[in-house]
């Protein structure tokens, strides 16, 4: 069964800090991986999308990673802002009968200042 | 360049009655997808439209409906509504099909509350 799951669950880090997102796959035949970024109360916003040949892929404060033979990605945010408080969720795209995606839970991540 | 636009925002129905979303995406996406999203079960797919023909469906059941016009526009329409769907529903439009490498825009939803 495709699979895709994040951890940790919720994160609190002081304004300023790093921090890294994890996100584990089981999704196969693999096309692409995207991490999002959902405000509260509004949609999910892209971030980033890897195919299977990138490694790394930043956007701004953000890098994600990619490891496709351990079906592993990480999230890093760089000195965070009160901004960045959101929940990050993280796609895989592939084959899985019903749905050509799979979503993980999210990681919900909380900036204090 | 407008974003994807859900109409309502909010909406509260009570059991038994249906209901109908609707979905503007961005001008040129022709697939719109579209995805229920509880606290419990984060985001799961619905169905996906493109080019007027449904290209993917979800493990919903049958009450669950949607369609799209030549325009793009999209509609999702539940019938006999339970309590379990109480979600907030939404919809993400991308130039071409949704697992291609291009991103997917979503609206901020229509949240619907069952009564």
């Known amino acids: 069964k495709n699979q895709v799951e994040q951890s940790p669950q919720s994160l609190i880090i002081l304004e300023g800090k790093n921090c890294t997102l994890q996100?584990?796959?089981?999704?196969?035949?693999?096309?692409?991986l995207r991490w999002y970024k959902q405000d509260t109360g509004r949609g999910p916003v892209s971030l980033t999308i890897m195919t299977f040949s990138e490694n790394t892929k930043s956007n701004g404060r953000y890098t994600a990673t990619l490891d496709a033979d351990t079906k592993q990605s990480s999230l890093h945010i760089t000195a965070s802002q009160l901004s960045d408080s959101a929940s990050y969720i993280c796609?895989?795209?592939?084959?899985?009968?019903?749905?050509?995606?799979?979503f993980g839970k999210g990681t919900m991540l909380l900036v204090s200042p | 360049k407008a974003g994807v636009t859900q109409t309502p925002r909010y909406l509260i129905k009570t059991r038994g009655q249906q209901v109908t979303l609707s979905c503007s995406p961005i001008?040129?996406?022709?697939?719109v997808s579209w995805y229920q999203q509880t606290p419990g079960q984060g985001l799961q797919f619905l169905f996906e439209y493109f080019s007027e023909t449904q290209r993917n469906k979800g493990n919903f059941p049958g009450r669950f409906s949607g369609r799209q016009f030549s325009n793009s526009r999209s509609e999702m329409n539940v019938s006999t509504l339970e309590l379990g769907d109480s979600a907030l529903y939404l919809c993400?439009?991308?130039?071409?099909?949704?697992?291609?490498?291009?991103?997917?825009?979503f609206g901020d939803g229509t949240r619907l509350s069952i009564l």
């Open positions: 993400a439009s991308s130039l071409v099909r949704q697992d291609s490498n291009q991103p997917q825009h």
């Open positions: 996100c584990n796959y089981t999704v196969s035949p693999f096309s692409n």
């Open positions: 001008s040129g996406h022709r697939s």
């Open positions: 796609v895989v795209s592939g084959h899985s009968g019903y749905s050509t995606l799979t």
